[in-house]
């Protein structure tokens, strides 16, 4: 095994509960799906065909109005008495992944996304990691990304730097620590002060990790711990889910209520990020106008930012093109 781097509704309907539901299970992973019955299979197969027992499998049918039910029934005839299924009205990603951990009892949390799966062997490499650092909170595993064409890639995880200041600029403000949920374990104590923010309809996963690396000891473990599957439906690519939430993903990353003042010394300099993030997505998309608008705000708050190259040139292309119109 890789050595792991380290630093310091109720419209619900519960089904048969799992053969590993016991209070002393070290992981419940969590599939929180919303029409993805097509790939729904595919992500619980990945789970119950680990070569480990010591688990929870829940999957959370977040008001889906595909064949996802049948997909579950059918999986249930598959795997009898293997996991656990509940129907909720549609809420969001964010409550779903709330009521996993509020219907689940392991030690650590894994969010898998249901149209990605887990690598092979994953269970037992984050349980090993964990069993040689009983103090980690969070291990940040690598990932296998797949196109949509089928070519895979893989996703190695860096060292991390011993404090947690320089793990925290590295995610957020240096984007040198990609995190992938299904990657991820999170330890239960971490949800007793925080939990994902059921007002936002996609980014819920930033603020989350923001604070977990600000406050939590966390190991990266750079072996592939999922397979993440890229396709152009994906939330991470709705431009209109992230305008939603616009900068109120700022005032809920830096809450002095979780951060210290070291951390929220770097407000500005991320706000900075999120408006030329704002302006990237809606230079993409096409908007042109509105990208601007974002652009400018960026601009006049750090110039220095603003004013690099890959950001220039799409802010000239974007006012010529909005010229022309």
């Not at 019955?37 to 977040?62: A, C, G, M, P, W």
Request: proline residues 5%.
């Amino acid at each position: 095994m890789t050595t792991p781097q380290s630093n310091r509704d109720s419209s619900s309907s519960p089904e048969e509960t799992n053969h590993c539901s016991s209070p002393t299970r070290l992981f419940s992973v969590v599939i929180p799906c919303y029409n993805y019955s097509h790939t729904l299979k595919r992500s619980v197969d990945s789970v119950l065909n680990q070569s480990f027992e010591d688990y929870e499998l829940l999957i959370i049918n977040d008001g889906s109005s595909d064949n996802t039910e049948a997909v579950i029934s059918d999986l249930k005839n598959s795997y009898p008495n293997a996991f656990q299924a509940i129907t909720q009205s549609n809420r969001g990603l964010a409550a779903t992944r709330n009521r996993g951990i509020s219907e689940t009892s392991g030690q650590y949390l894994i969010f898998l996304d249901a149209d990605d799966e887990l690598a092979e062997n994953a269970l037992k490499s984050l349980c090993q990691t964990i069993q040689s650092n009983p103090e980690v909170r969070m291990v940040v595993g690598a990932h296998i990304s797949i196109e949509p064409d089928g070519k895979e890639r893989f996703r190695p995880r860096p060292v991390l730097p011993e404090d947690s200041a320089s793990l925290f600029k590295m995610y957020l403000l240096q984007d040198e620590l990609p995190i992938a949920n299904g990657a991820t374990a999170m330890h239960r104590e971490i949800f007793r002060h925080y939990q994902y923010p059921v007002h936002f309809r996609c980014v819920e996963d930033i603020p989350m990790f923001a604070y977990v690396l600000a406050n939590y000891s966390c190991l990266s473990l750079n072996q592939p711990i999922a397979k993440i599957h890229k396709h152009d439906d994906s939330m991470r690519n709705d431009v209109s889910l992230d305008l939603s939430v616009g900068l109120e993903l700022v005032n809920e990353v830096f809450c002095s209520k979780r951060l210290s003042s070291e951390f929220m010394a770097l407000r500005e300099t991320y706000e900075t990020r999120r408006l030329l993030s704002i302006f990237r997505s809606l230079f993409v998309a096409g908007d042109y106008k509105h990208a601007l608008e974002y652009y400018w705000r960026a601009a006049k708050q750090s110039p220095a930012a603003a004013f690099e190259l890959s950001y220039l040139r799409k802010a000239m292309k974007a006012l010529l093109f909005s010229l022309r119109k």
